[in-house]
């Protein structure tokens, strides 16, 4: 069975500063990486996903994720956020028998 | 623009009260999903339907049914609502195959309150 890890549950970062959302999977097969995000009151929204080829992928908004194979790892990052970015994280895996697992979640706060 | 639609978005409903919560999409998908999300646990998979009539066992089916009597329908159900199913309930859809793919389309969610 796969898994994932988000290691932190919530992240305050002031505007305009770099962020990084941390992800770690576990499979014994091969994978399909998905970040979704949840603003307030809503359901999620796939952000970005990593399938095949270049393991670095982008958001129209500006966030990326890094698939790395050795470190089983896809975690987020934007280089400069802003107050709308607020909201919840969520890293997922799925494979080809359909299996998607979440994890539990990181909450991105932006201060002024 | 495509859609998932939950017909709740709020409901409060009282220990023993038989609860349905409803998912249409509109997408002409194959495969739905419910899930709930509670703080700290993420998103856990109740029940999920390849097709109509069909229906699987997530992680978390104990309490639970469901129904797909049409394509676009999948309707959870709460036999007798208890406490400890308070929670926020998402509906997902998806296409097939090859699935999980593409990334799931969820619906607003619906935030049950049971007392």
């Known amino acids: 069975a796969q898994s994932v890890t988000q290691l932190d549950s919530q992240v305050p970062v002031f505007e305009e500063a770099p962020v990084e959302l941390r992800c770690n999977y576990s499979s014994s097969v091969s994978v399909y990486l998905f970040w979704y995000v949840q603003y307030p009151n809503q359901g999620l929204q796939l952000l970005l996903k990593y399938l095949s080829g270049s393991t670095l992928v982008e958001s129209i908004n500006g966030f990326e994720a890094e698939f790395n194979k050795s470190q089983t790892s896809f975690h987020l990052r934007k280089p400069s956020v802003h107050i709308s970015d607020t909201a919840e994280y969520f890293c997922?895996?799925?494979?080809?028998?359909?299996?998607?697992?979440f994890g539990a979640g990181t909450r991105l706060t932006v201060k002024p | 623009d495509v859609k998932v639609t939950q017909s709740s978005r709020y409901l409060v409903k009282r220990t023993g009260e038989k609860v349905f919560l409803e998912c249409v999409q509109d997408?002409?998908?194959?495969?739905m999903f419910w899930y709930r999300q509670d703080p700290g646990l993420g998103l856990r998979l109740i029940y999920f339907s390849y097709d109509v009539k069909m229906k699987e066992k997530g992680d978390i089916p104990e309490g639970y049914s469901v129904s797909r009597e049409k394509k676009e329908r999948f309707s959870l159900i709460l036999e007798s609502a208890s406490t400890n199913q308070t929670s926020m309930y998402l509906c997902?859809?998806?296409?097939?195959?090859?699935?999980?793919?593409?990334?799931?389309?969820f619906g607003s969610g619906t935030r049950l309150t049971v007392v």
């Open positions: 997902a859809s998806d296409n097939m195959p090859p699935t999980g793919k593409r990334g799931y389309t």
């Open positions: 997408m002409d998908h194959e495969n």
């Open positions: 997922a895996v799925s494979n080809n028998n359909n299996d998607m697992r």
